[in-house]
């Protein structure tokens, strides 16, 4: 899959799947207001250790 080449919905559909679960109602509520550059973050940071998760 050519990730660069994806348009605004399947972005979002992706990052959905690579946020940690808990964000994933924090991403769903705000999506819209979320930029391209944010939702590619989360998708380059989808291995890395969660925040909230490693305080806990
Ligand atoms: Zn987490």
Known sequence: MEVQTL???ELEKVAL???CACNYYDLADN???TTDEELWQ???NRDAECENCKEQ
């Open 17 to 19: 799947m690579a946020v």
């Open 42 to 44: 989360i998708i380059d």
């Open 31 to 33: 999506i819209d207001i």
């Open 7 to 9: 348009d605004r919905e």
